[in-house]
């Protein structure tokens, strides 16, 4: 049908927005806490959980409160998780990671098929400076291959002790087929990669970092502009999209979500490839704060953003209000507020 046509047909608009059952009925997006991922930190050496500023709900947890909030999660619906390890001790190189793969193999020890565990893959936690890969003797960059050679071992550590999923967010060139072979090589591939492939360098990952401790600290290399993407440089993430498709990632990523929605929905038109939108620590406390205020609403608002992700063709979303997702919709449903 001709567009003008169409116009004239649908000039009243509003009869389908008249009632919460023919909303209900014409939705063409749907959103489940079944599509969504919830991020759990657990720090090495911490006595008690401790809140994380701005992130509602979310702790830095102890081994032992990791697994009752694992626990709880899996009562409210949320069976997918994306894990990130805070070691007790920073290093430079050669790093091994034991705190963080038996707290993979505690979790899958005591909920196995129960539920899907991604583990984050980077060193930002890990080095002293705060960088998310080896830095160069003079410190002014890190070093791309000995970055990928740590993930890498990294990435088959966390598989061998049980993950389901490993997730490269370092951004180095090539750590997904190196990742790949190294699973292979130890028996492993049938491990899922979900890169995060179009990460841009953000101002929205501050809360994040107070949680896994990972700000950058290096004077000569303050922040993360040579190996994150430029915000201004989509065909970078189109070109990390379909490089790491072509390396063998199973999952790509957009993240931050909410202010690079062009990315998602063109990427993911183009790349048939399951696409994970991350709705990053500054975003989800943006939304905390504002309704903090008074100024928004926060459920609806949480809602409003999840349905943005999927709409622009998300199939899953990792959000730290995962874990309340299902209490949102039922309210939704309840309150008629979406
Ligand atoms: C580590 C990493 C970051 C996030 C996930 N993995 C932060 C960064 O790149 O500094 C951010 C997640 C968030 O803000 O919620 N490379």
Redesign the pocket.
């Given at each position: 049908m001709a567009d003008n046509e169409l116009v004239k047909n649908a000039s009243s608009l509003r009869r389908l927005r008249s009632s919460r059952w023919v909303r209900e009925l014409t939705r063409e997006v749907q959103l489940s806490e079944s599509q969504m991922i919830q991020?759990l930190f657990v720090v090495e050496g911490l006595r008690a959980p401790e809140s994380v500023p701005g992130l509602t709900g979310v702790h830095r947890e102890t081994p032992e409160s990791l697994l009752r909030q694992v626990e709880a999660d899996l009562e409210r619906g949320v069976r997918k998780f994306l894990l990130?390890g805070v070691p007790a001790e920073k290093g430079e190189r050669d790093f091994r990671a034991p705190f963080l793969g038996s707290q993979i193999r505690a979790i899958k020890t005591r909920f196995g098929a129960d539920l899907f565990l991604a583990t984050?893959v980077?060193l930002?936690s890990s080095t002293v400076h705060g960088h998310?890969g080896v830095l160069s003797e003079s410190g002014d960059h890190v070093v791309n291959d000995a970055t990928v050679s740590e993930l890498s071992r990294l990435a088959g550590d966390f598989a061998e002790a049980g993950a389901d999923c490993v997730a490269p967010?370092?951004m180095m060139d090539g750590r997904v087929a190196a990742i790949r072979g190294e699973l292979a090589r130890r028996g492993f591939g049938g491990a899922l990669v979900m890169s995060?492939s179009a990460?841009f360098n953000s101002s929205?990952?501050g809360?994040?970092?107070v949680a896994?401790d990972?700000a950058p600290k290096e004077t000569r290399l303050q922040d993360?502009a040579t190996y994150?993407i430029d915000p201004a440089r989509p065909s970078d993430a189109h070109l990390a999209s379909l490089r790491d498709a072509r390396e063998g990632a199973d999952i790509l990523m957009v993240?931050p979500a909410m202010p690079y929605l062009d990315v998602l929905a063109a990427l993911s038109a183009r790349i048939e490839l399951p696409w994970a939108a991350?709705q990053?620590?500054?975003e989800y406390a943006a939304i905390e704060v504002l309704a903090r205020e008074g100024l928004i609403a926060r459920e609806r608002a949480h809602l409003e953003t999840w349905t943005a992700l999927r709409r622009a063709g998300a199939s899953m979303i990792i959000t730290y209000g995962a874990r309340e997702a299902r209490q949102l919709l039922r309210n939704s449903a309840e309150g008629g507020l979406l």
């Amino acid at each position: 049908m001709a567009d003008n046509e169409l116009v004239k047909n649908a000039s009243s608009l509003r009869r389908l927005r008249s009632s919460r059952w023919v909303r209900e009925l014409t939705r063409e997006v749907q959103l489940s806490e079944s599509q969504m991922i919830q991020p759990l930190f657990v720090v090495e050496g911490l006595r008690a959980p401790e809140s994380v500023p701005g992130l509602t709900g979310v702790h830095r947890e102890t081994p032992e409160s990791l697994l009752r909030q694992v626990e709880a999660d899996l009562e409210r619906g949320v069976r997918k998780f994306l894990l990130f390890g805070v070691p007790a001790e920073k290093g430079e190189r050669d790093f091994r990671a034991p705190f963080l793969g038996s707290q993979i193999r505690a979790i899958k020890t005591r909920f196995g098929a129960d539920l899907f565990l991604a583990t984050d893959v980077c060193l930002c936690s890990s080095t002293v400076h705060g960088h998310c890969g080896v830095l160069s003797e003079s410190g002014d960059h890190v070093v791309n291959d000995a970055t990928v050679s740590e993930l890498s071992r990294l990435a088959g550590d966390f598989a061998e002790a049980g993950a389901d999923c490993v997730a490269p967010s370092d951004m180095m060139d090539g750590r997904v087929a190196a990742i790949r072979g190294e699973l292979a090589r130890r028996g492993f591939g049938g491990a899922l990669v979900m890169s995060y492939s179009a990460k841009f360098n953000s101002s929205f990952y501050g809360p994040f970092r107070v949680a896994a401790d990972s700000a950058p600290k290096e004077t000569r290399l303050q922040d993360r502009a040579t190996y994150q993407i430029d915000p201004a440089r989509p065909s970078d993430a189109h070109l990390a999209s379909l490089r790491d498709a072509r390396e063998g990632a199973d999952i790509l990523m957009v993240k931050p979500a909410m202010p690079y929605l062009d990315v998602l929905a063109a990427l993911s038109a183009r790349i048939e490839l399951p696409w994970a939108a991350y709705q990053v620590s500054g975003e989800y406390a943006a939304i905390e704060v504002l309704a903090r205020e008074g100024l928004i609403a926060r459920e609806r608002a949480h809602l409003e953003t999840w349905t943005a992700l999927r709409r622009a063709g998300a199939s899953m979303i990792i959000t730290y209000g995962a874990r309340e997702a299902r209490q949102l919709l039922r309210n939704s449903a309840e309150g008629g507020l979406l």
